[in-house]
């Protein structure tokens, strides 16, 4: 099994930062995928950025250039760093390890934590 718990969340102003940290715990596997996905209110959750088992990225269109993404191997942590930040950000954030196995997608997910941007 694996643990995810986040932290960092909160009100911040539009164009305000905010960092997001994630902890895995459990079982983790060193070629596990480790990302963020939000969810807005009324909406789906959505990937807003990835990192693979050898530092490759992957960001949502809308948060490029704007949001980075780092993991620590050692520590099993992902941080998501949010730079000029947007009303439209505002969301649930979920910590996720994505586990690919032979034949399916495994998902493991935090309990999430709140992100608001406004003024």
């Known amino acids: 099994q694996v643990q995810l718990v986040e932290s960092g969340g909160g009100l911040v102003q539009p164009g305000g930062s905010l960092r997001l940290s994630c902890a895995a715990s459990g079982n983790i596997f060193s070629n596990d995928f480790m990302g963020w996905y939000r969810q807005r209110a009324g909406e789906q959750r959505d990937l807003v950025a990835h990192?693979?088992?050898?530092?490759?990225?992957n960001y949502a269109d809308s948060v490029t250039g704007r949001f980075t993404i780092s993991r620590d191997f050692a520590k099993n942590t992902i941080d998501l760093q949010m730079n000029n930040l947007e009303p439209e950000d505002t969301a649930v954030y979920y910590c996720?390890?994505?586990?690919?196995?032979?034949?399916?997608?495994?998902?493991?997910w935090g309990q999430g934590t709140q992100v608001t941007v406004s003024s």
């Open positions: 990192i693979d088992s050898v530092g490759r990225t």
């Open positions: 996720n390890v994505r586990r690919d196995t032979t034949t399916h997608f495994e998902y493991y």
